[in-house]
């Protein structure tokens, strides 16, 4: 077990932001994580997989725990679907260019996501009509306290929008291990209508589009509206789409004809984040090394130098002048470090 001591974070979270861990140890089994929790040595950690979710404002006085766990198994499977267990430092991009070479479907809309696949279930991480929960039947999670290995099931996770128990009340209390997800073999329920994955199908002339269309388009897509983390360093979509009541909705339409939104299931709407932010002034904007992207105004940027303090405030004057000009309060998707 090798523990580095005063270790820059800066190539572990995909804003680059350059703090440093007091303690630092790489995870790459289940026996060197029991190990690991039980050093006394260490009464502070702190657990960092892709990095790809997360604004660090401030040094770790803390062991950071680089959790690093490899390995994709089929449990089972028939005719029809299949069943595979994915460890929890397997990069989710990988894992979805993995199953669409073997044909097996529900993760497609989900390409070019960043991240690893353990903190999937965390964010039950979505995009393009589809969600985490579409696809998920288990994960299991090291207990901090006990060691010991429990499985959640969907039901357990209690997931939302971009929101799961491991975000409230298991939160700190324990470390995801693996997750097992239901792929289709045949017969895959393929999701086009949301976004601009139908009209970059029609540009290419696909009218019967396979998986792999499906994952170029939104690949395509993607790279055109978001920045490369390794070119310029970002976390993706920075706040969360608001939903809101039909009345609060109505009173919005009323003074904003022209903005998009998403009916939901349960009656209410679903209004996009970067829309309102774009509305505002902010997109393209920058404050030093700060800034939001000029493609998307619902990512911000670090242009080389920006600590994780002032892109923070930078979201907090954003969001101030959303909730100010629309009267809705917006919520980072992305975890703050404080």
């Known amino acids: ?11 572990y979270n995909t804003f680059g932001i350059d703090v440093n861990a007091k303690s630092f140890v790489e995870i790459n089994s289940l026996l060197q994580l029991q190990k ?5 040595a260490y009464s502070e950690r702190f657990i960092i997989s892709g990095g790809s979710n997360m604004l660090l404002t401030k040094d770790i006085d803390a062991l950071v725990m680089h959790i690093n766990l490899k390995g994709i198994s089929i449990v089972e499977e028939n005719d029809l679907v299949v069943n595979i267990k994915v460890m929890a430092g397997e990069n989710w ?19 070019l996501i960043p991240g690893s696949t353990g903190t999937a279930p965390i964010q039950n991480i979505g995009a393009y009509g589809v969600e985490l929960k579409d696809v998920f039947i288990s994960c299991e999670a090291m207990n901090i306290d006990t060691l010991e ?15 799961s128990i491991f975000k409230n009340s298991a939160k700190g209390r324990y470390i995801i291990t693996s997750v097992l997800l239901k792929l289709t073999k045949q017969n895959h329920k393929l999701l086009t209508f949301y976004g601009a994955i139908e009209d970059e199908l029609r540009k290419k002339g696909i009218v019967h589009p396979s998986i792999k269309n ?20 970002n976390s993706g979509s920075f706040f969360k789409n608001p939903v809101v009541s039909k009345k609060t ?7 904003n004809p022209e903005a998009p939104f998403y009916k939901m299931e349960n009656g209410q709407y679903k209004i996009p984040a970067g829309w309102l932010i774009e509305q505002c002034g902010f997109k393209g904007k920058r404050l030093g090394d700060a800034g939001i992207h000029e493609k998307q105004a619902l990512v911000l940027v670090n242009y080389g130098k920006a600590t994780g303090e002032e892109i923070w405030s930078l979201a907090l004057k954003i969001r101030e002048e959303v909730k100010k000009q629309f009267q809705i309060i917006i919520e980072p998707e992305v975890n703050i470090i404080k």
């Open 1 to 11: 077990m090798n523990i580095l001591e005063n270790i820059s974070l800066k190539p």
């Open 36 to 40: 690991v929790l039980q050093l006394s």
């Open 93 to 111: 991009h990988d894992l979805v260019l993995w199953a669409i070479e073997k044909d097996y479907g529900g993760i497609e809309n989900l390409s």
């Open 149 to 163: 290995l429990e499985e959640f099931s969907k039901e357990d996770c209690q997931f939302s929008y971009r929101d």
């Open 214 to 233: 499906i994952s170029d388009a939104v690949i395509k897509i993607r790279q055109s509206k978001l920045p490369d983390p390794k070119k310029l360093g």
């Open 249 to 255: 909705f109505k009173s919005f339409q009323k003074k």
